[in-house]
T-cell receptor, first 114, second 114 residues
């Protein structure tokens, strides 16, 4: 089975531009998570969905960040407008209810905002 | 609030040495989960283990073993006979009962030299 698929793997953009990160969770997984990893703050949970519904977005840094999950196989994380401090690796992860509770992570999207 | 502390920022060992990575956690919950993840140089996060708060049995998987002690709020990870391929950043994480909001420690960089 394919793992969690994220795109793009690398994105370099200029301050003020809109950035959209994409994620395809593992088929059959009903939870989807967006994490951000930086040197200063480590791994932080931004938002998570259950059955396509946002459950907790308390980790979203500010209104410039938004996330959607229009269907069970696709989610986006959008930053508009982007700022240099948004530079980080953004991970998407998914899991299935019950089971081992293992979170399956994608390979991450490395964002650089100049 | 939940917190995970990995006091060892970086550890260097020579191949075949045993190494223990420390993890201390804080939570007010009586039911919680503890995790270890590995992040190799390629960047993805790989699940290693999940332990629930009611199961204090030590776990062994090949060269890996985990020691969970509620009395000291610790969940330490030992690699026996380390190998160069074990070089990675290792994260300890804690979640609430439903296992969704993972709080990660800062990570320990393990360097295994040949």
């Amino acid at each position: 089975d394919a793992g969690v698929i994220q795109s793009p793997r690398h994105e370099v953009t200029e301050m003020g531009q809109e950035v959209t990160l994409r994620c395809k969770p593992i088929s059959g997984h009903d939870y989807l998570f967006w994490y951000r990893q930086t040197m200063m703050r480590g791994l932080e949970l931004l938002i998570y969905f259950n059955n396509n519904v946002p459950i907790d977005d308390s980790g979203m840094p500010e209104d410039r960040f938004s996330a959607k999950m229009p269907n069970a196989s696709f989610s986006t994380l959008k930053i508009q407008p982007s700022e240099p401090r948004d530079s980080a690796v953004y991970f998407c992860a998914s899991r299935k209810s019950g089971g081992t509770g293992e979170l399956f992570f994608g390979e991450g999207s490395r964002l650089t905002v100049l | 609030a939940q917190k995970v502390t990995q006091a060892q920022t970086e550890i260097s060992v020579v191949e075949k040495e045993d190494v223990t990575l420390d993890c201390v956690y804080e939570t007010r919950d009586t039911t919680y989960y503890l995790f270890w993840y590995k992040q190799p140089p390629s960047g993805e996060l790989v699940f290693l283990i999940r332990r629930n708060s009611f199961d204090e049995q030590n776990e062994i998987s090949g060269r890996y073993s985990w020691n969970f002690q509620k009395s000291t709020s610790s969940f330490n990870f030992t690699i026996t006979a380390s190998q160069v391929v074990d070089s990675a950043v290792y994260f300890c994480a804690l979640s609430e009962a439903r296992g969704n909001k993972l709080v990660f420690g800062a990570g320990t960089i393990l360097r295994v030299k040949s």
